[in-house]
């Protein structure tokens, strides 16, 4: 899901379902789902003055390949590959690992 930076909820999701996990193609399909949608960004204007949903954030997951990369690309669509993930970037992750522990050594 996409959401601008006044917080609104522009509902870009995808229900795709794979047995084997989400692949490249599947990514590219999806990038294309937005793209029409997005605002115009103007390069050389600030931020500030950007429309709100001009841009693409998302993490390293092993499916965003290239190919999705040079698809934003190609239709001039900004965009910021987060970095990998790390738990001292989501810090309720380790409480949750955790609380998984704890509730197996309970059952």
């Given at each position: 899901m996409e959401m601008s930076v006044d917080g609104h909820d522009y509902g870009f999701h995808s229900g795709i379902v794979r047995d084997k996990g989400l692949k490249a193609a599947d990514w590219r399909l999806f990038l294309q789902l937005?793209?029409?949608?997005?605002g115009f960004y103007v390069l050389?204007?600030?931020?500030?003055?950007?429309?709100?949903?001009?841009?693409?954030?998302?993490?390293n997951a092993p499916f965003r390949t290239v190919g999705?990369?040079?698809l934003l690309a190609n239709h001039g669509v900004?965009?910021?590959?987060?970095?990998?993930?790390?738990?001292?970037?989501?810090?309720?992750?380790t409480v949750f690992k955790d609380l998984k522990v704890i509730i197996r050594n309970f059952l």
């Open positions: 937005p793209i029409p949608k997005l050389g204007h600030p931020w500030r003055l950007q429309a709100s949903n001009c841009a693409v954030m998302f993490e999705g990369d040079t900004p965009f910021l590959r987060l970095p990998a993930y790390s738990p001292d970037f989501r810090p309720i992750a």
